[in-house]
């Protein structure tokens, strides 16, 4: 292959690497591409990584390709307690008003660290929340922890680790939450390490937010030292999906070497003493208390301390250019209302649907739809009721069934949310994220052998897809996507064949 050939072969692979899996080697990293690229071609079963480049460039990158490509290209370095300033705005300013709002309600928290690597800082996290709520075992309290590297996901569920990552804790922290494992390794208190769940989730690629992947209505969400491996144009993109997974006076915290990422319309810079952190803007005035009281005080380096908020675009009505009938009316208010509700706008959304609801009181679709945006606010009960009354507007509808099912389960009612996805079922047997619900709510339980049964039905549910289909109800994930991730869930059942009987699957009517 001529020099050229091969300078064409790699800048090829580079714009390949960034599109499906986000990740920036420009031309002064391409030594480590370069020798990522040897690696992954050894476990490929390529002599020359060049030969590897032209076949992964050939195609389609199939889930196990990617997963090879990530052990080998991202960068795994993280350490418990990482950037403390963060950890100590959380502890002293974000969590104390986010819990003292929740306590007198619905007792629950939702944060996710995207790029969660092995794990030390959505496990920071756990550990800072048990401490900062005596009473947590009353609470609900979901972290979801998402990466794209397997390898460091497994590690991550393991919770074992070296004395390296504790190079930068406080006194007592080792101690106190980890138990030696006597070889130099410690592993994290079971109770710690049941308040994580570890999942893939690829930022560049994958849909979010989404009740799929559970990375809706967040009230914190962590991505840092990410952004820093994306082309500017995706960690944009990736911030601006970010926010929308934000409940309204959600947070999000990047390490100041993402900041540059992050400029999205709609979010608030907020800083504090050593950290910058951002907000989703909020209507609730309650929401912005720390955002209008005085004293963060702006560090030199970030002169702009709480910034005016920069209010979302509002979608225009669509033009009329003739009278409409009422029914044309309200399905134009409808579309703009689900244009809406899909940029983030979940406020005017909101009040759009309530406009119409007031004229047409039994209109599922509507009821479906406001449902869904208040489930996105985290204004759970008034989402059940409007999704509940969907139901009885549109009994035989199975998809307002799996709305429902996903809600209560938010809201903790586990049996009720597979009563209400077994009965999506009665009505279509092939709805395969009924399916997969079941599987990973088995999965979440410890019920292997079910969880194997229901992905296999949700397997078997995909079929008559085309790869590149969308899959009714997934928030646009593809029934190829789909396949990927759920074949890899079943190898992780650790079960060969399903053979007990599933509770699950008998509550069905
Ligand atoms: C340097 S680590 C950061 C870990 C942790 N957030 C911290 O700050 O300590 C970067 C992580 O981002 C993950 N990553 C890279 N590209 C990703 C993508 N496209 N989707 C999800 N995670 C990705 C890597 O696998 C790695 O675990």
Known sequence: MSRDDCELLWSRLSEFLAANLGLCFGPER??????????????????????????????????TQIDILAGQLTVGETYFYRYARNFEVLESDILPELIAARRGGTRSLRLWSAGC???????????????????????????????????????????????????????????????????????????????????????????????????NAMDVVLCRNVLMYFTPVLAMRVVGQLQRCLLPGGW???????????????????????????????????AERIAVSPPPIPVPSSPVALSAARRPTVIKPIARSSPKTPIESSLDVHVEALALYQQGHYAEAGDRLQELLASRPDDAKTLELLARVYADQGRLPEAAALSERAIAADKLNAGIYYLHAAILQEQGADDDAVRCLNRALYLDPNFVLAHFSLASMARAQGKMTAAHKCYSQALKSLEPYRPEELVPESDGATAGRMREMISAMIASCGVQHATGRDRLVEARP
């Open 30 to 63: 391409r030594e480590d591409l370069m020798r990522a690229m040897a690696c992954a071609a050894r476990e490929f079963g390529f002599k020359a990584p060049e030969a590897c480049a032209e076949w992964l460039l050939s195609a389609p990158l199939t889930r």
């Open 252 to 286: 999000l915290m990047c390490s100041p070497t993402d900041s540059s990422a992050v400029s999205p319309i709609g979010l608030q810079t907020v800083s504090f003493p050593g950290a910058t952190v951002y907000r989703q803007v909020s209507d609730d005035p309650a």
């Open 117 to 215: 690597c092995t794990g030390e800082e959505p496990y920071t996290l756990a550990i800072l929340l048990t401490r900062m709520i005596p009473d947590w075992r009353q609470w609900r309290i979901a972290i979801l922890a998402t990466d794209i590297n397997v390898r460091f996901l497994e590690q991550a569920s393991a919770g074992i680790f070296r004395e390296w990552s504790f190079r930068d804790t406080p006194p007592g922290f080792k101690e106190n939450y980890f138990h030696s494992k006597g070889d130099g390794r410690y592993e994290i208190l079971p109770y710690l390490k049941e308040l994580v769940s570890f999942s893939y989730l690829n930022l560049a690629a994958d849909t979010y937010p989404s009740l799929l992947n559970n990375t």
